[in-house]
């Protein structure tokens, strides 16, 4: 672990996903004597902690000037354990207060109403996510039967009342919905139910009928949705994993990637390559920050530049919760990595923890998240101990630690969604994660050229196939190797078993290390 890194805002981070997590499935009326109870806490730790921190500041007017020891030293007071205690309070209140007014807003008005009566709706809204085949265990057809979409509601009618609403539910329909474009205002009918508790949509829409489109996607989302389709349709003439995972590397679009492939990526957990990630936000600034400095461009026109650039491809790729994640964790361990600070990037982490899950408290459900703030963390903090352990030198030990220390600490989450432990996964990244930067730029560039030429943007697709192609060999490769999958015991003990055990290799290697370097 480097020395002198500021965890002061771990345990706000942790206490706020501890309490987002539990408080989205709370009834309101629990919520709301929670929130009080805790900011009546904080308003009496401010006010037992202040009168010291004060006599704190005078007498250390009085001595002379403190020096700073470390990179993890501040001079203010409130790095003492009471006030980091008492931040982790003031996180829980923020928090409790964000889920209670955001589920006093999902559950008022008409929409809410009919959850409870299960009753059959005609509902407008704007179609928010692309549309995903749902898969049953015991399908026989070929081509899925059922498609699933998230629709951001702005309009209800119920018994022939017809009212506003502000709410997402999820909308199961017939293979018609996989022509409905993000962005689109539709309307449909159909009967609505109860989600499961703690679900970020309010409830799910079944419908049999086709959506009734009223307005194409409009300003930005237009663009996104033309400069998408002509990536998909620059990509038709490769072939089928190069067809899939052109589009997937670039953008996150895998409508398109087989199912075989899918099935290997995910045995040797290489599907971050196709999920807009961290990694995809630091190709594209790296890359443009790199362009930039050898032009000579000043400061401030690479920083303006790079924040249009991320803006941008944030539009490209769909602004969720996910992508906006994604972006600044990303960010943020590539900040770590190059610059060597990982006791920046790590209060960093914890305070873009602390406002996305006050933000969008129902995050803290997502396993998505989970992973993200996992990775990024053992990025920052896990691998520069590795790299010293494997004592290889910063330049190769980084490319082995990167993946190894996210695997680490990843494999316990992982395991919660499939009881089985991939070994080749470390190798596996190691040998196709280098594609994934070229892959990505080719098919980012076909995906800005494509809409203006096509036959341009049909050449970049097939240079972004090359790497493309490697990246699904290796996927393939790997998981057809013998023990490529080794079941685990699956819920809460298999996680704890493996991450104990994983904990006990690391604890080990470093050790080593350390014994090594005293030698």
Known sequence: MPTG??????????????????????PLRVLLLACVVATCVAAVGAALLLPGHRRGRRGAGRRARPRRTGPGTHRCAPGRPGWTIWLAVVTVACCLSSVAAQAHLRGSGDLARSLEERAVVALVGRVASEPV?????????????????????????????????AASVVVIGDPSWQAAERGAQVRVAGRLRGGEPGAPTLGVLSTTG???????????????????????????????????????????????????LDAAMRTVSLTHVTAVSGAHFAIVSSTVLALLAVSGAPRSVRVVVAAVTMLGFVLLVHPQPSVMRAGLMG??????????????AAPALGAVVVVLVVLDPWLARSYGFILSVLATGAIVLLAPALVRALDAGRPRGMLLAVPLSAQAVCAPVLVLLEPVVGPYAVPANLLATPALVPATLLG?????????????????????????????WVARAAADLPGATIAWPSGPGGAVLLAVLTAGVLAAALRAARRRTMA
Do not use: N
């Open 444 to 472: 980012v560039l076909a995906t800005l050229v494509a809409p203006w030429a096509p036959s341009c943007g049909a050449l970049l697709a097939q240079a972004a196939a090359v790497p493309a192609s490697w990246i699904a």
């Open 5 to 26: 890194v500021d965890l002061r805002l771990v345990p706000a981070a942790a206490a706020g996903w501890l309490t987002c997590v539990v408080g989205v499935t709370l």
């Open 331 to 344: 960010s943020l361990g590539l900040v770590g990595l190059l610059v060597g600070r990982p006791s920046r």
């Open 210 to 260: 086709p959506p009734e489109v009223l307005a194409a996607p409009e300003g930005s989302a237009r663009w996104v949705a033309a400069a998408r389709e002509a990536l998909l349709e620059a990509s038709d003439d490769l072939a089928p994993d190069a067809r899939g995972l052109v589009p997937g590397t670039a953008i996150g679009d895998t409508r398109k990637v087989p199912e075989d």
């Open 133 to 165: 085949p749902v898969v049953s265990p015991w399908q026989t057809e070929v081509e899925p039967s059922q498609y699933r979409v998230v629709l951001r509601v702005e309009h209800i009618t119920v018994r022939g009342r017809a009212g506003r609403a």
